[in-house]
């Protein structure tokens, strides 16, 4: 006789309806419908907990390191003194984890629009979340576009850690947004946005690079390579008012640091600028492209 | 009154049932059982066609470029004079495109083990398979195992380009197939093997390492990001009697060489060897890591 069978339960990204990604849940954690979007936590069996804002992936605690090395230390050892720094979105609290690593930060505000998003992580993903209780952190729940169009500080470094251009996350692929980021900035100040995926989604990578040209001065972009996002190679912007993310960083500076990375190091800081051949031609125009 | 709804037809790669990859398939253009393994070719909506060995993905026409880009051209870029280059596997015939367009490839030889991947590849995926009539390819059915004990031939280039170590593809990941290789190699000869995933097989990849270490002078091991192999981030090994695939690689010659690629360039050669910090602590003491 055989044992029972037991039901296997699995939640899946679809991806433009032509492919989808699929994790085996151990358990549900989490379940909610804020004002904003839907929020999911499930506990997985091979990456650890996962949160899923209207169905697409946004953290895994098995591979969060990538994403968030990336967004916060490649801007963080460019910039020669980065005091205060703003993160719009992100309010699961990995990108500000590795923000406050950097004992120059003095200050850091997180500005995320949905409550529902920081209290759901800080309840089931402490992984991310313990952050958000640091000292040098100013947690508020706000829209990051008001936020920019109306705050009075200036920061050094601006890290748009945002969803897909849909839903809440719309308006931070947006010119209006971008010229009000760039009046925030401090002289030497750079911005990095999650730049989304150059093979499935070109068009809207391209439309954001094209937005940032028009206002910053350098343009780059960079790669990473994630376990949970479509397709694996993801990109983010690099924007400045004149630092250069390769001729401007001093690989000795992060040895100097004595910070350990899980994905980070000087050798990958360089070599995440340098873009496949089909993505050099997709960005030619558009972003400074190393030798 | 609603239009009638149309089924939908999706296949899914099961990865150590904890995670999956699915797409959707237009049609299904071919399925067999050989002597060796399940074979299926179907047409996706959004990857082109796609081949199936028993269930794991081997090309989507999409994205095959990535892999047959980087298992060909970073070894065929390094080495004097590739005149004589050997494939094992690859019996859906992109690598073999890849390698011929060097000039300098007098005879590119393909030992697939399994006639039926050669026949449906020729039939539904011509895109990969239409350089399996190049009359510089000399294609034979036969066990690579055998064949590279067996032969008299001397090789400038093999080409691992097998699939997982479970089914055929086991053998070609033990110590007696790779003492055969170092045996056939010319003086100056280099190995290229699919070397699996970094974040999901660190075992099999370090077990791989491990035992080309004990046999070749040179050990390095490179990354690519393809859309369609779990995770994204793949890696080869590169193994070598002497020939070092950074030292000994002029990019000059690429652009002298008038080839266009989609993925493949001077700058990606050099990156790819330059590894994630997680990837690094993996692989220490087993392969030559870049400055």
């Known amino acids: 006789m055989n044992a029972p069978k037991e039901i296997e339960l699995w939640v899946e990204e679809r991806h433009q309806e032509m492919t989808a990604m699929r994790y085996r849940v151990a358990r549900t954690l989490f379940s909610g419908r804020s004002e904003f979007q839907k929020i999911d936590i499930v506990d997985t069996v091979g990456h650890g907990r996962m949160l899923f804002n209207d169905g697409l992936v946004m953290v895994s605690e098995r591979d969060e390191f990538v994403y968030h090395d990336m967004i916060a230390h490649v801007p963080l050892f460019v910039h020669p003194k980065p005091e205060k720094v703003l993160i719009i979105g992100g309010g699961d609290g990995g990108t500000l984890r590795e923000v406050l690593r950097h004992p120059q930060v003095k200050e850091c505000v997180l500005v995320e629009i949905d409550a ?72 030497q100040g750079i911005v990095v946005s999650q730049a989304e995926s150059p093979f499935y989604e070109k068009t809207m990578q391209n439309t954001l690079l094209a937005i940032l040209k028009t206002l910053f001065d350098k343009l780059f972009v960079y790669n990473f390579s994630n376990l949970t996002y479509p397709g694996g190679l993801w990109s983010f912007s690099f924007a400045s008012r004149g630092l250069c993310p390769l001729k401007d960083f001093d690989p000795a500076r992060v ?21 496949p051949e089909f993505m050099r031609r997709q960005v030619d125009g558009l972003v400074t492209l190393p030798d």
């Open 116 to 187: 529902m998003v920081i209290d759901a992580c800080k309840e089931f993903i402490p992984q991310t979340a313990a952050a958000l209780d640091d000292p040098r952190a100013r947690v508020l729940v706000d829209d990051g576009v008001k936020f920019v169009a109306g705050t009075d500080e200036r920061f050094d470094v601006v890290l748009v850690d945002s969803t897909d251009p849909i839903g809440p996350g719309a308006p931070l692929f947006g010119e209006a947004f971008y010229t009000d980021v760039g009046k925030i900035l401090t002289d």
């Open 255 to 275: 040895a100097r640091s004595g910070l350990e990375f899980q994905y980070y190091n000087a050798g990958i800081h360089r070599a995440a600028f340098v873009l």
